[in-house]
Structure formats: C-alpha cells, structure tokens
C-alpha cells in the first residue's frame, strides 16, 4: 500500500527537486544499497547522518572553484545519447568522443557524464548551460578533475 502511495508522487517536485517514482525489482533494490554501503551513494559515507547544512557546506561552490576542462552533469536522462549532449553544448564544440557517460557495475546508466572541453575558459562558459533541460530532465553542472572523468571512463558505456 505504501509503494502504490509513492507511485502517485511520481514527477512532483520534492522542495526544488523533480522526482520521478517508479517500480523496481526487489535485486535493483539491493544493488543500490550495496553500492551505497560500498562506494557512498552522496560521495562518501561520512555524508550519512550529517544534518543537510553540513552537507551543503561541504558542497563546492560553484563561482569559486578551480575550473579544469572537465564539467560532470547530473541529473541526465538514464537513455542519455551522446548526441543529445553534444547538441544540449551546442556551440561549445564539444564532441563525442570526449564525452564518458557514467555507469553502474550492472551496465545501467547513472544519470551522470562528464565532459571534456577545448579549455579550461571553456568550460567555465559551458556552466551558462546549468540547471537546463535535457528531455524532461534539468541538468546541473559541476567542475570535474580528469582523475574522475576517467574513474566514469572505466566503467563507461560506449
């Protein structure tokens, strides 16, 4: 009874957030748990049981960081195709092949990529593009380090 009371929250907003609800099978279900204990769903397990503001100060901000050439988005469409990222850049020259879709052990797409631009001003650029959409999905934007772009490079789907 409570999953069917969740299904009808599905494409509300959760305070700012959009959130889809949708089924799953019992071994999604486990795998996600695993991953969570194992890597950290939120980055680090140290996040778990700290109260939203010191979350958030430990978020980067966004103004003052160091930029690379990289950017990681979040929040993409889990069909996400390459092409649809280049095309979202649009004159930012951005092509496929510097393009790492992120993935879970399973296969599955994360809803995370990272991007490799011409330059670190580049990129810097490319942020005008934060919290726009793709499909129905608004994709936020962050400075990335190539160590994490080919961290999603290894498990990356082509």
């Given at each position: 009874?409570?999953?069917e009371l969740a299904l009808q929250r599905d494409r ?147």
């Amino acid at each position: 009874m409570q999953a069917e009371l969740a299904l009808q929250r599905d494409r509300q907003n959760m305070g700012r957030r959009y959130v889809e609800v949708f089924r799953c099978k019992k071994q999604d279900y486990y795998n996600a748990i695993a991953a969570e204990v194992h890597e950290g769903a939120y980055g680090s397990i140290a996040h778990r049981g700290s109260s939203p503001a010191a979350r958030r100060k430990k978020s980067p901000d966004k103004d003052n960081m160091e930029y690379t050439e990289i950017l990681k988005l979040r929040g993409l469409p889990y069909s996400v195709k390459k092409s649809e990222i280049v095309k979202f850049f649009g004159d930012f020259n951005v092509i496929e092949d510097k393009i790492q879709i992120a993935c879970r052990p399973d296969g599955k797409a994360t809803g995370e990529a990272y991007v490799e631009f011409a330059s670190s001003d580049e990129a810097r650029k490319a942020m005008c593009k934060d919290k726009m959409l793709i499909g129905s999905r608004y994709v936020e934007l962050f400075p990335s380090t190539p160590d994490e772009a080919r961290q999603a490079a290894s498990r990356s789907r082509h």
